[in-house]
DNA sequence: CGTTCGATGCACT
DNA sequence: GTGCATCGAACGT
């Protein structure tokens, strides 16, 4: 069974300003074909990581191997290991050369919600390590991709897909939109630097946006 | 309610 | 050796 392709976004689109590939991710799908099913969530979240000037964004200390993706051609997956626990998903921007991503941080499930709920309670151990509840049938549906670790988990995303082009196979997203109303601007969270610049944004008032965690 | 803090692996200095 | 673009359990009000 091959799952339907409709409407996937070239890598033109993701050939722009940063900020506005943003807001035009916002209502569309990430979709993540696996043989284990597919997984899709639409994007109710993002933020921009732009350029060498930008303190927060991982070409900071300018080309390294960690981040030569982000000096490639667009509209490939930019994917990392954080806190040696989180995967975290970007979909590379602008021209090549010119440093630049989108961090994907959190979708509304729209397909796959099972297999999110499988992937969510795998992988055994608690994040912290200690014993696991017996509340793993507690999660909320709109929680399975809430934040932009707990959505590579419940997609199966990981550095195997770092490099992946958003067009492919098993990988891509899917044009949609949100109502211009609905989208809101403000400081990305958390990081350590860079905060005073507002560049993540969110449907406002959808339950499956995580916020992060301080809020001031 | 609120805030703190441990787990964990890899890139980078 | 240090520091993270995180998460959620475990505390303290």
New binding site residues.
Partial sequence: MVAARKAVLPSSFYDRATLLVAQELLGSTLVHATPDGVAAGMVVEA?A?IGEDDP????A????????L?YGPPGVA?V???????Y???AVTEAEGKPA???I??LAPVRGVELMRAR?AEAG???????L?A?SAA?PDA?LC??????T?ALGIT?AQNGTALSSNTLWIERGSAPAASVAWGP??????GVERPWRCWIDGHPSV?G?????
């Fill in positions: 933020e990581y927060a964004c991982h070409a200390p300018g080309p390294t191997r960690r981040n030569h982000l930019y990392y290991l954080n806190y040696g626990i989180h975290l998903v970007n991503a989108v961090l941080r959190a969510r151990r608690s994040v912290t390590g200690r014993a509840r509340n999660v929680d809430r934040g932009p670790g707990n959505l988990k550095l990305r969270v958390g990081i350590r630097v995580s992060g965690r301080r809020q001031l």
